[in-house]
């Protein structure tokens, strides 16, 4: 019976054994299980925290340039009016009617929007106003082009362009001037359009005020050039000479080429000399009164000029300070430095890990990239690729075969998160297509009533960088 007893009671004992065994075990499980949710919710935690960072670290290095400059290109439009002209007849009668001046554009006028557009300064590039009569006069613009020069991309790279197209823009307005010079209308200036072009027409800016300034200069090229008198002394003391000379001498005069001239002859060309010379006293004085055609283009091409060199003398500079950054490198710079202070406010560690660390995440960044090249499907914009470590909490329980998902070299886990983030990139056609609407523009293109009607378009996209990578790199969590 005894013996009985004691087996019962062995039995109860084992029984009670495995019980609590069991019961241990299963807390034991139950306890890993929560460390294992408390270190996956971490994670997760810690890999959404890196990817709202991230964003914005991108999004800083995208937008980081000092400056943005934007150059338009635009074709200036004139109607140059009318003007009234009046003819008395014999009886005293007086007639008047109305003569149109006709049009000129000048095309491909490239300068800073900021001044062309925004501050009017297209306005230098309309030519005169010979009235209104009955077609009033008219001036106006046409959108073409517009670029944006950042200083993400490389600013040097842009010099030859912009120099390039400030020439084209001199020669444009020159050939404006020649035609215009050629047309004119008004009886004041009609009878002069073929000295006008005679003298200034294929000249530059400069020459063409040169000779502007100068009545002796403008007069004697007329005279002598154009009209074949001589050159020698005064104008037309060769002509008076060759006349007196007969007229006093040899009744015959003998010219160089062997060919007889008569008195009579050459008292007329004598007299057409002085004829051309007053002529071209005429058709200078009548010039003046038209002379902001010739100094207002020549101001407006100047001042183009000047703001091309300075951003060349500028990009020069900047280039060959020592402490001279690319575009590229503000960028990289700007998205780094924002990476390093949001992770220091955060309680992060930023770099990645050497030698023992604790239990506090760390983020680093693996690659960066900054597309600046418009020929690129990325452009334009910054993409980044961080890399979160997330050590364990409880590393001393890492090497748990329950938590095998910790059981590494890195006692942890290392995630992987990519960030893509765009400058505005425009898109010329919109105001393109609200040039063509509207058919005379002469405000700014950054107002309000414009940008609210849908023509201001930021609407270049550039391809999904991280989709691509994550398609390609992204097989974890």
């Known amino acids: 019976m ?7 009671k062995h039995l109860v004992n084992d029984e009670k054994g495995n019980i609590l065994f069991i019961t241990s075990f299963v807390i034991l499980g139950l306890f890993l299980m929560a460390v294992g949710l408390v270190e996956m919710g971490r994670f997760l935690i810690i890999r959404e925290q890196a990817q709202t960072i991230n964003d914005a670290a991108v999004l800083t290095g995208a937008t980081s340039k000092d400056s943005t400059q934007k150059w338009v290109t635009i074709d200036v439009h004139t109607n140059h009016g009318s003007y009234r002209e009046c003819q008395t007849d014999s009886e005293g009668n007086t007639t008047c009617w109305c003569v149109g001046c006709g049009s000129s554009t000048v095309e491909d006028v ?37 670029e ?37 209308k008004s009886k004041q200036h009609r009878p002069y359009t073929h000295i006008y072009t005679g003298v200034l027409g294929g000249l530059s800016l400069e020459d063409k005020k040169k000779y502007a300034d100068d009545e002796s200069l403008f007069v004697r090229k007329y005279v002598v050039n154009i009209s074949g008198f001589s050159g020698k002394g005064n104008l037309c003391s060769t002509e008076r000479k060759e006349y007196e000379d007969a007229l006093y001498g040899n009744p015959i005069y003998y ?4 060919r007889k001239k008569s008195l009579d002859e050459l008292f007329v060309r004598y007299m057409e000399c002085v004829y051309t010379v007053q002529t071209g006293k005429e058709a200078y004085s009548s010039l003046q009164s038209i002379r902001s055609i010739i100094d207002d283009s020549l ?27 690319t575009g590229q490198d503000k960028a990289k710079e700007a998205t780094t430095s924002f990476l390093k202070a949001v992770t220091e406010v955060k309680g992060l560690n930023y770099g990645p890990l050497i030698g023992e660390s604790d239990s506090t ?24 690729i961080l890399t979160a470590e997330i050590p364990a909490i409880f590393q001393n329980l890492t090497n748990w075969p329950e938590l095998n998902l910790f059981n590494n070299n890195e006692r942890g886990l290392k995630q992987r998160v990519c960030s893509q983030a765009t400058t ?33 378009k930021y609407v270049k996209v550039p391809d999904d960088y991280c989709k691509e990578w994550r398609k390609d790199n992204y097989k974890t969590l």
Not at 112 to 130: A, I, K, T, V
Not at 299 to 325: F, G, H, K
């Open 2 to 8: 005894q013996q009985q007893y004691t087996r019962a």
């Open 255 to 258: 010219e160089t080429s062997g």
């Open 110 to 146: 490239f300068g800073l929007e900021s001044d062309l557009l925004d501050n009017g300064g297209w306005r230098r590039y309309s030519l005169f106003s010979c009235g209104n009569c009955d077609t009033p006069y008219d001036t106006w613009y046409t959108f073409k082009n517009r």
């Open 299 to 325: 101001d407006s091409v100047t001042t183009l000029e000047q703001q091309v060199d300075d951003y060349i003398n500028t990009a020069r500079d900047t280039i060959n300070s020592p402490d001279y950054r």
């Open 361 to 384: 995440p760390r983020l680093s960044p693996s690659d960066i990239f900054v597309y600046d090249d418009a020929s690129s499907r990325y452009h334009p914009s910054v993409a980044m």
């Open 424 to 456: 505005f990139y425009y898109d010329p056609s919109g105001h393109r297509q609200y040039s063509a609407a509207e058919g005379k523009l002469k405000g700014s293109l950054n107002t309000e009533s414009v940008i609210q009607s849908g023509y201001t």
């Open 148 to 184: 944006l020069i950042y200083d993400m991309r490389d600013i040097m790279s842009q010099i030859n362009k912009l120099t390039n197209s400030a020439n084209k823009t001199r020669n444009n307005v020159t050939q404006a001037i020649d035609r215009v010079l050629g047309n004119l």
